[in-house]
T-cell receptor
Framework: NAGVTQTPKFRVLKTGQSMTLLCAQD?????MYWYRQDPGMGLRLIHY???????AKGEVPDGYNVSRLKKQNFLLGLESAAPSQTSVYFC????????????????FGAGSRLTVL | SQKIEQNSEALNIQEGKTATLTCNYTNYSPAYLQWYRQDPGRGPVFLLL?????KEKRKERLKVTFDTTLKQSLFHITASQPADSATYLC???????????FGAGTRLFVKA
């Protein structure tokens, strides 16, 4: 059981380049999230999705776009990368329902480290 | 906006002692407060959850308390081991919300 898988694990971009981070989960979770983690700032929510075909903005959505065409996949796109987007990106998923077995007990991927030069 | 404060200084303790980590938040109390563990180069892993109307929750060597008057949660690891060395993140979730808000975490070092 793989859980949450993120690809790629590492990427170096030049300013202005575009790229897509892929997140896949095999737990049949309804909700999926993209966070970024920067030193001293904790995890900040970029975008999230509560179901296939739906997305919503989080705390820091500017410069990013997302799509959830299939329930198991959540894509994060950077159309024109900037040095400020250098970060570690984490995808997470959670199930609908009441805790502790359900909603918002997050399962995270291993992270994708992005450097924008 | 809601803020979560965790001690940014690392906590160093001796093996066998109890580690106590603090999470303080501003504004209104969440419906749920969670604690996650994060090892270097890896994603956070869920440990414990406590509800707004619960005072204390235990799981093996872990104990979490939740004081909505003080707007504070304490996370305890008893009989700590070097393998407990990691960063511990506090997270809040509000009723009806889908967004979990995280603190920056506290780094714990347990020396043998």
């Amino acid at each position: 059981n793989a859980g949450v898988t993120q690809t790629p694990k590492f990427r170096v971009l030049k300013t202005g380049q575009s790229m897509t981070l892929l997140c896949a989960q095999d737990m049949n979770h309804e909700y999926m999230y993209w966070y970024r983690q920067d030193p001293g700032m904790g995890l900040r929510l970029i975008h999230y999705s509560v179901g296939e075909g739906t997305t919503a903005k989080g705390e820091v959505p500017d410069g990013y776009n997302v799509s959830r065409l299939k329930k198991q996949n959540f894509l994060l796109g950077l159309e024109s990368a900037a040095p400020s987007q250098t970060s570690v990106y984490f995808c997470a998923s959670s199930n609908r329902g009441s805790p502790p077995s359900g909603a918002n007990v997050l399962t995270f991927g291993a992270g994708s480290r992005l450097t924008v030069l | 906006s809601q803020k979560i404060e965790q001690n940014s200084e690392a906590l160093n303790i001796q093996e066998g002692k109890t580690a106590t980590l603090t999470c303080n938040y501003t504004n209104y109390s969440p419906a749920y407060l969670q604690w996650y563990r994060q090892d270097p180069g890896r994603g956070p892993v869920f440990l414990l959850l406590i509800r707004e109307n619960e005072k204390e929750k235990r799981k093996e060597r872990l104990k979490v308390t939740f004081d909505t008057t003080l707007k504070q949660s304490l996370f305890h690891i008893t009989a700590s081991q070097p393998a407990d060395s990691a960063t511990y993140l506090c997270a809040l979730l509000y009723t009806g919300g889908f967004k979990t808000i995280f603190g920056a975490g506290t780094r714990l070092f347990v020396k043998a």
